[in-house]
Structures are given as C-alpha cells and as structure tokens.
C-alpha cells in the first residue's frame, strides 16, 4: 500500500482500489450498553449505537457474547467490547460507508477510522477481532 502525498489518496487496501479515510468528525461518551433503550453505548466488539443508530464494523468479526460456543469466545467477546469502548472513547472518529448501507438485521455497516487508521485493523492486530471475509470464522481451539 503506498499513498500518493498530493492526492492523499491510498492505493491498496482491503479491495486493492483507492480509498480516502473519513475525517474525524464523531466524538461522544460511549458506556457498554445496558437493558432498555440504547441511544450512544457499545454493544460488544463490533457493534454499537450512536445516537440512537446501529452500527456494525464491516471490516471486523469479533467473538460472540451473548452465544458464545466455549468459554474461550466469551472471555474474548467481554475483552473485545471493552476494548472497542476504550477505543470509541479515545477521540474523535469517522465512519465510512462500504457497498452495502446495512446488514440483515438493519445494523448501519461502517468502517471506524481515527487518523487515517482502522479501528477494526487495530482490534485484528491486538487478536480481538478477525478480518470479516464474507463469514463467522471459530474462536474455540
């Protein structure tokens, strides 16, 4: 991946065509989300509401929390969410749209970047999340 300074355009990335990061421009208080209405709060590694919105990170899969197949996926799961809520919380971000607006379950797909870098990139990198290639890949050894 090389960036061309002038353009500020990147070549390369997750689909090998040219890309520019969102600005930072969403910043709010983000607590793991409780029962009851959800306005601004993490879900779990990779969704989360903002301002009433559903969002899921499109470039990630992180374990499952609330069905976890091994106790393994569900130690992950809880670290995953807390780490995307350090994250969410850390500054301001962008979000930026992919080819599909929404999944199935009517969740907004989003890329999360802050300072040209991907969050859901950070959250594969630290072993949190794994990149999302079209299907659930197994968190139990």
């Not at 689909?15 to 959800?38: L, Q």
């Amino acid at each position: 991946m090389f960036v061309l300074p002038l353009a500020g355009i990147v070549i390369g990335g997750a689909y090998g065509w040219a890309t520019v990061p969102p600005e930072d421009t969403i910043s709010a208080s983000f607590p793991i989300c409780a029962s009851g209405a959800r306005t601004t709060c993490v879900v779990d590694g990779d969704t989360f509401w903002l301002d009433g919105i559903k969002y899921r990170i499109s470039d990630i899969d992180t374990p499952e929390t609330s069905e976890p197949r091994c106790a393994e996926e569900k130690a992950l799961g809880e670290q995953a969410t807390i780490r995307l809520q350090t994250l969410l919380n850390a500054g301001a971000f962008g979000l930026k749209a992919g080819m599909r607006d929404e999944d199935k379950y009517s969740r907004k797909l989003r890329e999360v970047y802050r300072g040209g870098q991907s969050l859901g990139a950070q959250l594969v990198d630290e072993g949190l999340a794994h990149r999302w290639i079209g299907f659930k890949q197994s968190w139990c050894g």
